[in-house]
């Protein structure tokens, strides 16, 4: 492999090389063969770095940078430092490029066009650019520095650092050992992270649960399974009007609001939202879950007082306040795929969903946002929370149901 002369052209008087023979295909060979039951490049990596030191390379502190299609997270960063039995993983947001503690760094430098950065850490090497992490990794006790590209397929690129805490950092030959690496190391990596971007994706889009149903191999139409769960269907009020008379941009930052508020608190107590339908969202706490329906009211309780806090931001701007209505339900519902020959949506349907929507659309009609049936209440136990509003007709059902609102 080329290695470029900014690598090579800095041999230290009186540093350790590795011995003539030494070569990197023991690990590429274990990289290759031996690694294809580990499902995290994290744990590959730092087996790496600890396999490096065996070699005799003096690998201190080790970095993987990777972007990465989340909503939330522009990419995130992979740490092992010596004696570390399990990595440190920290995700960055979107803007960071525009920080200047990412457009002075090595990163940057990088991904502007730089083949390799290389920084020897000690007194006498040369000036350093004044890159604030070369002040923390001196502080760390480290004297070298080395990153590189890591090549993915279709010009697809992440980052690869290492550094040294020997005096004199590392000899060339042991750069030369670490640039031999990186094919390999960027086709496990490849692998592992496409399998994370996946689940990542089928997470954002699906939800959880759906998508370690659907990696497991349940996309077949039809396939499923009956649960019992606490149902909870949200919708906001006059959102046609809104759409209607607000600017584009403007009705998409409400509706990111309003799903924030109400979304959140759903997954911090365990519920799994299924579907967001325009301005609406389908949630089930599973029942497999003792506490679901405390959960779902704590939710419920948290979403409200978000909202409350959105509608005073609403109407600093000029806004109406937010309405919104909520049907709350318990019951079995079908749970997996149904859809076209090759268009399937991982959901739930059953008549318990139905009570819950006709609940939601009920609360138009009484006037109050958060409408219960008697089921879920009794199974809740939190009658004494409630106001009974007696018995309602809904919609397509034959007999009302009693129905309490929060």
């Not at 107590?269 to 029942?287: Q, R, V």
Request: proline share 5%; net charge negative.
């Amino acid at each position: 492999m080329q290695i470029p002369s900014s690598v090579t052209s800095s041999l230290r008087p009186g540093s350790t090389d590795l011995l003539p023979g030494d070569s990197s295909s023991g690990i590429v060979e274990w990289l290759l063969t031996e690694t294809r039951n580990e499902r995290f490049i994290d744990n590959i990596f730092v087996e790496m770095c600890d396999k490096l030191i065996e070699a005799g390379v003096p690998v201190s502190r080790g970095t993987l940078h990777f972007r990465t299609l989340h909503p939330q997270w522009l990419g995130a960063r992979i740490l092992w430092l010596t004696g570390m039995k399990e990595a440190e993983i920290r995700t960055f947001g979107y803007g960071v490029e525009d920080t200047a503690q990412y457009r002075n760094s090595p990163i940057n430098e990088l991904n502007s066009g730089a083949a390799v950065v290389r920084q020897h850490l000690e007194p006498g090497f040369g000036d350093a650019p004044p890159y604030p992490l070369y002040d923390e990794l001196r502080a760390e006790g480290h004297t070298d520095y080395v990153a590189w590209h890591l090549e993915h397929t279709l010009g697809k690129r992440h980052i690869i650092t290492f550094a040294s805490d020997r005096p004199g950092g590392f000899s060339d030959s042991e750069i030369v050992f670490l640039a031999e690496l990186l094919p390999a190391f960027a086709l496990v990596s490849e692998i592992r992270l496409k399998n994370r971007l996946a689940r990542t994706l089928l997470e954002t889009y699906v939800g959880p649960h759906a998508s370690e149903q659907i990696l497991a191999g349940a996309t077949t139409r039809g396939s499923g399974v009956t649960v019992g769960a606490a149902i909870l269907i949200c919708d906001l009020r006059d959102f046609t009007g809104i759409s209607d008379m607000w600017p584009r941009d403007d009705v998409i930052e409400l509706l990111n609001g309003y799903f924030d508020a109400m979304a959140e608190p759903i997954e911090r107590h365990g519920g799994e939202i299924l579907k967001f339908m325009g301005d609406g969202l389908l949630a089930i706490f599973p029942l497999s879950n003792a506490n679901a329906c405390h959960d779902l009211l704590s939710a419920i309780g948290e979403a409200q007082a978000a909202m409350a806090a959105l509608n005073e931001e609403n109407v600093k701007k000029g806004h109406a306040p937010l309405g919104y209505g909520i049907g709350v339900h318990v019951g079995d519902v079908m749970y997996g795929n149904i859809g076209s020959r090759s268009r399937l949506d991982f959901t739930v349907i059953g008549p318990a969903v139905n009570i819950a929507s006709r609940l939601e659309s009920l609360t138009k009609e009484l006037k109050r946002p958060v409408l219960l049936s008697r089921a879920f209440v009794e199974m809740a136990g939190c009658q004494a929370q409630l106001k009974n509003l007696g018995l309602h007709p809904l919609r397509g059902l034959g007999e009302p149901i009693d129905v309490f609102a929060l």
